[in-house]
């Protein structure tokens, strides 16, 4: 499984929606049953719906395209866990208020997808240096008792350098 396509794919998915927030909130209000209520704007209730399901879908999507690229499997982490949080409210909220219908059902499984497929190609990526504190170091031995390990990496000093700033 190739980790990098799959998040790249998601990434853009994800983007898409966010685009299409931005760009035809009113559309999007329609799919999601949401009307402006009387006490509010239009102006006002797409506004909302440009923010939540226009901007902020499509920073994550380009923080998962990000991360494909770079290989972040951190950041994969993120968007997988984001998109299962929002498969459990919606789950959370069916359970508690009855069946959302066969689009909010749909929307739990392409957030439960979303999520898994992420997930998945964060576990692809194998990268053991982004997770020191999972990381394991070899024990080598020489003839059944443990050697010294090696010294730490070295670490760039923090100030007193004389170099720009961020220069590699």
């Known amino acids: 499984m190739n980790g990098r396509l799959i998040a790249g794919v998601v990434g853009l998915i994800v983007l898409a929606f966010g685009l299409s927030g931005l760009l035809y909130p009113e559309r999007v209000m329609e799919f999601a049953g949401f009307a ?19 901007g902020l879908f499509v920073v994550l999507g380009a923080w998962v395209v990000y991360a494909a690229l770079r290989q972040s499997r951190q950041l994969l982490v993120l968007g997988g866990t984001l998109f299962l949080g929002a498969a459990s409210g919606r789950l959370g909220g069916a359970y508690v208020a009855g069946s959302p219908g066969i689009w909010g059902w749909i929307g739990a499984i392409v957030e439960i997808a979303l999520g898994v497929a992420l997930l998945a190609a964060a576990w692809s990526l194998g ?25 730490p990496r070295d670490v760039p000093p923090s100030s007193g350098t004389t170099g720009a700033p961020f220069s590699p």
């Open 127 to 151: 990268r053991d240096e982004e997770w020191p504190a999972l990381a394991v170091p070899a024990q080598p031995s020489e003839g059944g008792r443990p050697i010294a390990a090696a010294p």
């Open 36 to 54: 402006v209520a009387p006490t509010a704007s239009a102006a006002q209730a797409t506004a909302e719906a440009r923010a939540v399901y226009g």
